[in-house]
Nanobody, 122 residues
Framework: QVQLVESGGGLVQAGGSLRLSCVAS????????AGWFRQAPGKERDFVAV????????LYADSVKGRFTISRDNAKNTLYLQMNSLKPEDTAVYYC???????????????WGQGTQVTVSS
């Protein structure tokens, strides 16, 4: 069973950057699709980005396209999310997830990290 642990969240001013990391335990991570989702207080968990096991296919939510970059290093069992030009509306808890299928819906992912808080001040 894969387990995921996120890090890299924090407080940043609008226009700044952060890089989130998600380290996976278990040898099967490289065979999973992996994604980032976020959840603001009182809102549903929203799709941010997803990457296939080979990094050959990537999708982004329209709200982050051109500002965020998802990547993975299967040799290190690590998923990344580089976030640039951050906006106050990006404030949320960010979760990484892994699943057998390349999807954008949260219910398609079976393994989740504990989340890391990202706060963007105006």
């Amino acid at each position: 069973q894969v387990q995921l642990v996120e890090s890299g969240g924090g407080l940043v001013q609008a226009g700044g950057s952060l890089r989130l990391s998600c380290v996976a335990s278990g040898r099967t991570f490289s065979s999973y699709a992996a994604g980032w989702f976020r959840q603001a207080p009182g809102k549903e968990r929203d799709f941010v980005a997803v990457i296939s096991w080979s990094s050959g296919t990537i999708l982004y939510a329209d709200s982050v396209k051109g500002r965020f970059t998802i990547s993975r290093d299967n040799a290190k069992n690590t998923l990344y999310l580089q976030m640039n030009s951050l906006k106050p509306e990006d404030t949320a808890v960010y979760y990484c997830a892994a699943g057998a299928l390349f999807r954008t819906r949260p219910d398609a992912f079976k393994v989740w990290g504990q989340g890391t808080q990202v706060t963007v001040s105006s």
